[in-house]
């Protein structure tokens, strides 16, 4: 192995990926993506193994590997020409969730298939029973938008018309659809192009030589990290406080981590059976998760492809939550669920590596998604909103404020650019005071969004959590705050969850919900979990928490035994 080779071809696919997303971000036509940059962009060798990927969203880094193998298992190699461009959706065909959109452009030198330039996105609107994609109350796969197999959008360079035709016949937005899908080409187009020329510089065999080397050493990289952790077997466990459709019922996530010598397997035998409602994970998402946990647990400086997966084993049980069976519903899997999943993984390793893990985050993205007719221009709107919450206190650090969840990476959008798009005004949006899991780290702080109705009606759907479970501290620390969803209806004074105001089976997942004209909603993000004994803390760190607005002084007193002048 050359080593200077290794690092540099490293470093220029890594760059690739990071200009792929630029592109899709300054092409597309959706918030999610131009603002929240939800989507991945990475390159693949032949075998559909992760050569390098960008930092973009971690639940599609994990995924990305089987979306590419069970892509190839439809469409093999033989029957792909240069110019080809597949898409697939289809989280029963090793997808994610029915939003993310993968596109697979084939890398040719020579006429030589030398590996896939990847895309995958959030598409925010994909037909179905509510507008936005995400139906807090799905009972089955079908009730969550379109699905596509593999399929080539493009064959030999050219548009394939009756792919485009059923795409967009199915969706309210087909102009926003068009655009954010052209998006998604014009990044394969651009990784394609410029893995060619890196090809073309080393050579077809010098390069192929160096992918090899790079996830063997990856590989070598992560299993002494792996091995560097004490062996044995780790046990945790974590609630889901609903479906949408069974009322009053709640789910498990159960792991045990299995460490032993340079490999660790996830165990999720224990884990509740599939529920009725949308918030099963596919197997890509429970592997996705897995990686997710494992990358966080060890050092950031190696290499993100293949490489660093083979030392990582999953055992997921069809039929459960972590590996739904067809054609139960899916969508909130890879929002609500992997993030769970990987807080129970860094909960059961928080005796064995308590430097390298934290206490619960908030664990959603809230994903508040709404559509309707604009009353001024005629013309249908489609929004999915994301909202940051407080990640979990550390061993040495607080946790992060009101950030995405933990496989998101994604930014919220910004108020004057939702107000511009969108028939809201945000009347409020700051961070929550005493949100923050008390401890020696304090968790982070959530926040809260009241905005009021501009428009004649807004239809409303929410996926998201810990309205009822709060996300739990780490050795000693305390619970941080829950989130919530609140309505006033116009000419009203009495602010109604979901329950009350609709009579919905469940306050945090909902669908098609009314929202009137002078109606205000209030959306409220969880605090992260804090770590160790609150009375351990700094009181230096306490004054400026107060001073701050993060903590008030009456919970200063309470948490921390805090009774100095916050002069």
């Known amino acids: 192995m050359d080593p200077v080779t290794v690092n540099i071809v490293d470093s220029t696919m890594v760059s690739i990926c990071r200009e792929m997303g630029i592109v899709l971000m300054k092409t597309a036509y959706s918030t999610i993506f131009s603002e929240a940059l939800d989507f991945t962009c990475a390159l693949a060798n032949m075998d559909g193994d992760l050569m390098?990927?960008?930092?973009?969203?971690?639940?599609?880094?994990?995924?990305?590997?089987?979306?590419?193998?069970?892509?190839?298992?439809?469409?093999?190699?033989?029957?792909?020409?240069?110019?080809?461009?597949?898409?697939?959706?289809?989280?029963?065909?090793?997808?994610?969730?029915?939003?993310?959109?993968?596109?697979?452009?084939?890398?040719?030198?020579?006429?030589?298939?030398?590996?896939?330039?990847?895309?995958?996105?959030?598409?925010?609107?994909?037909?179905?029973?509510?507008p936005g994609g995400f139906c807090g109350e799905a009972t089955e796969i079908f009730h969550e938008g379109i699905r596509v197999p593999p399929v080539k959008i493009k064959k030999r360079g050219q548009d394939n018309v009756e792919v485009w035709k059923l795409l967009l016949a199915n969706?309210?937005?087909?102009?926003?659809?068009?655009?954010?899908?052209?998006?998604?080409?014009?990044?394969?187009?651009?990784?394609?192009?410029?893995?060619?020329?890196?090809?073309?510089?080393?050579?077809?065999?010098?390069?192929?030589?160096?992918?090899r080397d790079l996830l063997d050493y990856t590989e070598r990289r992560m299993r002494a990290e792996l091995e560097a952790i004490p062996d044995g077997i780790y046990?945790?466990?974590?609630?889901?406080?609903?479906?949408?459709?069974?009322?009053?019922?709640?789910?498990?996530?159960?792991?045990?981590?299995?460490?032993?010598?340079?490999?660790?397997?996830?165990?999720?035998?224990?884990?509740?059976?599939?529920?009725?409602?949308?918030?099963?994970?596919?197997?890509?998402?429970?592997?996705?998760?897995?990686?997710?946990?494992?990358?966080?647990?060890?050092?950031?400086?190696?290499?993100?492809?293949?490489?660093?997966?083979?030392?990582?084993?999953?055992?997921a049980p069809p039929g459960t939550i972590v590996n739904v069976d067809y054609p139960a519903p899916e969508v909130g899997g890879n929002t609500e669920t992997h993030p769970r999943i990987v807080g129970t993984i860094l909960g059961a390793m928080a005796n064995a590596v308590p430097n390298r893990t934290m206490a619960a985050e908030g664990g959603t993205h809230s994903n508040f998604v709404?559509?309707?007719?604009?009353?001024?221009?005629?013309?249908?709107?489609?929004?999915?909103?994301?909202?940051?919450?407080?990640?979990g206190g550390r061993a040495f650090a607080d946790g992060n404020d009101a950030v995405d969840s933990i496989n998101g990476n994604c930014r919220p959008t910004p108020i004057e650019v939702f107000e511009t798009r969108f028939p809201w005004r945000v009347e409020y949006l700051a961070f929550d005071t005493d949100s923050a899991g008390g401890g020696k780290f304090r968790g982070g702080v959530g926040y809260t969004k009241q905005m009021i109705c501009l428009n004649d009606e807004v239809i409303c759907s929410q996926m998201t959590d810990r309205h009822l479970f709060a996300p739990w501290g780490l050795h000693g620390g305390k619970p941080g705050g829950l989130g919530a969803t609140l309505i006033l209806k116009a000419g009203t004074e009495k602010w109604q969850d979901m329950r009350e105001a609709y009579g919905k089976k469940s306050t945090s997942r909902y669908s098609n919900v009314r929202i009137e004209r002078g109606d205000r909603l209030r959306l409220t993000s969880p605090g992260g979990g804090g770590y160790g004994d609150p009375q351990e803390r700094d009181p230096q760190l306490v004054l400026s928490d107060i001073k701050q607005g993060y903590v008030s002084a009456t919970a200063a007193e309470r948490e921390y035994g805090f009774k100095g002048s916050v002069k």
């Open 52 to 130: 390098a990927v960008a930092d973009y969203c971690p639940s599609q880094i994990g995924g990305m590997p089987l979306l590419v193998k069970s892509c190839l298992r439809e469409i093999p190699a033989s029957e792909i020409e240069e110019g080809d461009i597949i898409l697939h959706n289809d989280p029963y065909r090793g997808g994610l969730h029915t939003p993310e959109h993968t596109f697979f452009k084939p890398i040719f030198v020579e006429r030589e298939l030398m590996g896939f330039a990847v895309a995958i996105g959030h598409i925010q609107e994909v037909g179905g029973m509510v």
């Open 171 to 211: 969706v309210r937005t087909p102009r926003v659809n068009y655009g954010d899908l052209c998006a998604l080409i014009a990044a394969v187009d651009l990784g394609e192009s410029r893995t060619v020329q890196v090809i073309e510089k080393y050579g077809k065999a010098l390069f192929g030589e160096t992918i």
């Open 370 to 391: 709404f559509g309707g007719v604009d009353a001024e221009t005629g013309d249908y709107f489609i929004c999915y909103d994301i909202a940051g919450v407080g990640w």
């Open 235 to 315: 046990p945790f466990k974590d609630y889901i406080e609903s479906d949408g459709v069974e009322e009053g019922r709640t789910y498990v996530i159960e792991v045990e981590v299995h460490k032993f010598g340079s490999e660790i397997v996830i165990d999720y035998a224990g884990s509740s059976t599939q529920a009725k409602g949308p918030i099963n994970a596919t197997l890509g998402v429970a592997t996705s998760a897995a990686y997710n946990a494992v990358l966080h647990m060890t050092d950031p400086s190696i290499p993100r492809n293949s490489g660093c997966f083979r030392p990582i084993r999953v055992l």
